[in-house]
């Protein structure tokens, strides 16, 4: 398995401002995602963060207010811009060594816009 | 389309009773499968998966899991429940797409009596 961690691992923002989350892995693997886990719901992928060139994103998920950069094979980072209230969520990173391997999660970021 | 059902919301049980968590999912070819356990305040841990082979897999801290094709369904085991297995369950599939992408159930929050 794959040591991963994220940064901030709770913020508490206000309404019009843009967080950067950071997520850092141990090794290298091929795959990385973030996904997002509202306020007592399940996790919804928002992306797959692709080395190199511009991030996959989901239905109902856009780059201007998801942008996402990995410049490498073992960190990616996350912004959620513009926050409104509608934003507070977990924000989880997850790795895997191959797109049918196992998905290893970050702690996640608990993130309160007021 | 796929998608993973977990009916049970919520569940109690006594500690040291069993524990069943039900997980039905639909897909149309053999399914990776996954069961995960988020603890209060924390990330997702893997308690186990299917991917192939043997349909009763076993998993960390006494979790077994049964893939019945036939049933459609992947349901979490425990023979005798712990008071620090309270936590939040969830069931994922993996997308068919070859994405990496994982589907999750709505997830089923275990409280454990005394």
């Known amino acids: 398995s794959a040591v991963i961690s994220q940064k901030p691992s709770r913020d508490i923002c206000q309404r019009g401002t843009s967080l950067t989350i950071q997520c850092q892995v141990d090794s290298q693997v091929t795959m990385m995602f973030w996904y997002r886990q509202q306020p007592g719901q399940s996790l919804t992928l928002i992306a797959t963060a692709n080395q190199g060139s511009e991030a996959t994103y989901e239905s109902g998920f856009v780059i201007d207010k998801f942008p996402i950069s990995r410049p490498n094979l073992t960190f990616s980072t996350l912004t959620v811009s513009n926050m409104s209230p509608e934003d507070s969520s977990i924000y989880l990173c997850?790795?895997?060594?191959?797109?049918?391997?196992?998905?290893?999660f970050g702690p996640g970021t608990r993130l309160l816009v007021l | 389309a796929q998608s993973v059902t977990q009916p049970d919301i919520h569940i109690t049980v006594s500690e040291g009773a069993s524990l069943e968590l039900r997980c039905n999912y639909s897909?149309?070819?053999?399914?990776?499968l996954f069961w995960y356990v988020q603890s209060p305040g924390q990330g997702l841990q893997l308690l186990l998966k299917?991917?192939?082979?043997?349909?009763l897999v076993q998993g960390i801290k006494g979790f077994e899991a049964e893939f019945k094709r036939s049933q459609s369904s992947f349901n979490l085991r425990k023979p005798s429940v712990h008071w620090s297995d309270a936590a939040e369950y969830f069931c994922?599939?993996?997308?068919?797409?070859?994405?990496?992408?994982?589907?999750f159930g709505q997830g089923t929050t275990l409280q454990v009596k005394p």
């Open positions: 997850s790795v895997a060594l191959a797109s049918q391997e196992t998905q290893y």
């Open positions: 994922a599939v993996a997308s068919s797409s070859n994405t990496g992408k994982l589907i």
């Open positions: 299917y991917f192939s082979g043997d349909t």
């Open positions: 897909y149309g070819a053999t399914p990776y």
